[in-house]
C-alpha cells in the first residue's frame, strides 16, 4: 500500500510539472472544443494540450467501473463530465482506461498494471494541490490533451500511459453546487418522425446540449425489463418520441429498484456515441444513479432519517442493511480509500 500511494504522489507531480512545462496552456470553453460541423465532424483547432474549467457532474464510479481488469478489453475505467457556466454553453467527458494495450494500435505492452492503474486513479480523483477528493458540483480545471470520439471531443491520455500524456484536474472552488438542470420536451430533441434533431452548437436540438444536466418532464418508462445497471433502456411521450436512457451502475440501480411511476420525470446527463457518420445522432441520457423516490429517476444526494446504518436508504435499521454491509465488508472504492 506504501509503495502505491508513493507512487501516486509521483506521478502526479511528474504529471502537474510536464503540463506546467507546456508554457501555460490556453483557456478553451466547452463550446468552442465541442464545435462541430454539418456531419458531426470537428471543427476544434488549438494546441495539442488545453485548460478546460467547469463544475463536476457526476461520481466517476457511478457510471464506469473503475476495479482493475473490470471488463475483459479495457479494464478500469474511469469518467466524468464538466459542464461549462455562464455564457459557456457546453460540457465535455474526461475519461481514462486501463488497457489500451488491447486496441490494435496500441503496443501490447502499452496498458497500465493493477498497480499502476490504482496510483492513476488516486491522482485523479484528488486535487494535487490539497489532496481534496473530487466531488459532483465541485468546480475544477483540467489541464491535458484531448481526441474526438464517435461525435464530441473527450479529454484523456491518448491511449498512451507515458506520464507525458497525463492530464491533471485541479480544485478551483469546492462545493460550487450542480447547475440546474436544463428543462427540456422531447419534441425540442426528437422530430415528428422520432429522429435526433441535429444542430450545431448554439442552436436548437441535441448537440448544443451535449455534456450538459437536462430534465424531461412526464415521460413514461417504455421497457422497465430492461432495468438493470449498464443497461439502456427508453423513454417516451405522449406525441410518440421516444429517448434512450443509459443507466449507470450506482448502487440505488444496482439494487434493481424499478418503482417508478406511470409518469416520471428524468435528470441525467446527455452524451453522444455515434458509431458511423454523420456522427448526428446517438445520443442518449446518462442517469448515474437513482435514489428510489419514484417520481423522477435521478439521485439527489441526501438520503432522509439520519440513520448511519441505513444502508439500504429505506427509513429502518435491519438485517438487509446487514446483509448489504457483509457483502462489502473489507472493500475498498479504487482510487479514493487508501490515497494519500
Given at each position: ?223 422497465p425489463a430492461a432495468w438493470g445497471p449498464g443497461q439502456t433502456i427508453h423513454i417516451g ?9 443509459l443507466l449507470g451502475i450506482g448502487q440505488g440501480i444496482q439494487s434493481g429498484n424499478c ?82
Amino acid at each position: 500500500m506504501l509503495q502505491r500511494i508513493i507512487m501516486g504522489i509521483g506521478s502526479g507531480l511528474l504529471a502537474v510539472s510536464s503540463l506546467l512545462a507546456q508554457s501555460s496552456p490556453p483557456l478553451v470553453t466547452h463550446q468552442v472544443l465541442q464545435a462541430v460541423d454539418d456531419f458531426g465532424y470537428s471543427t476544434f483547432s488549438g494546441p495539442e494540450v488545453i485548460r478546460l474549467e467547469g463544475i463536476i457532474l457526476n461520481s466517476p464510479e457511478e457510471i464506469l467501473d473503475p476495479e482493475p481488469n473490470a471488463s475483459p478489453f479495457m479494464g478500469g475505467q474511469w469518467q466524468l463530465y464538466l459542464q461549462g457556466q455562464g455564457d459557456d454553453h457546453g460540457g465535455t467527458a474526461v475519461w481514462m482506461g486501463q488497457k489500451y494495450g488491447n486496441l490494435p494500435f496500441v503496443p501490447p505492452d502499452g496498458s497500465y498494471s493493477d498497480e499502476a492503474w490504482l496510483a492513476e486513479l488516486c491522482r485523479i480523483n484528488h486535487d494535487p494541490n490539497t489532496g481534496y477528493l473530487f466531488h459532483p458540483g465541485d468546480r475544477v480545471q483540467v489541464t491535458g490533451r484531448y481526441l474526438y470520439y464517435n461525435g464530441k471531443i473527450n479529454i484523456n491520455e491518448q491511449h498512451d500511459i507515458a506520464s507525458a500524456n497525463d492530464f491533471v484536474i485541479t480544485l478551483l472552488e469546492p462545493a460550487a453546487g450542480l447547475p440546474a438542470p436544463e428543462v427540456l420536451t422531447l419534441a425540442e430533441l426528437k422530430d415528428g418522425d422520432d429522429q435526433f434533431i441535429f444542430t450545431a452548437p448554439g442552436g436548437a436540438g441535441c448537440e448544443p446540449r451535449q455534456g450538459r444536466r437536462l430534465r424531461i418532464n412526464n415521460v413514461s418508462l417504455l421497457d422497465p425489463a430492461a432495468w438493470g445497471p449498464g443497461q439502456t433502456i427508453h423513454i417516451g411521450d405522449r406525441t410518440g418520441r421516444t429517448f434512450p436512457v443509459l443507466l449507470g451502475i450506482g448502487q440505488g440501480i444496482q439494487s434493481g429498484n424499478c418503482n417508478l411511476e406511470a409518469t416520471f420525470d428524468v435528470i441525467g446527463i446527455l452524451d453522444q456515441e455515434d458509431n458511423s457518420a454523420p456522427y448526428t445522432g446517438g445520443y442518449r441520457l446518462w442517469v448515474p444513479n437513482y435514489d428510489g423516490n419514484g417520481l423522477a429517476l435521478t439521485a439527489r444526494g441526501h438520503r432522509r432519517g439520519n440513520l448511519a446504518g441505513d444502508i439500504q436508504a429505506d427509513g429502518r435499521v435491519d438485517l438487509r442493511d446487514l446483509a448489504a454491509l457483509a457483502r462489502q465488508w473489507l472493500r475498498a472504492a479504487p482510487g479514493i480509500a487508501g490515497c494519500p
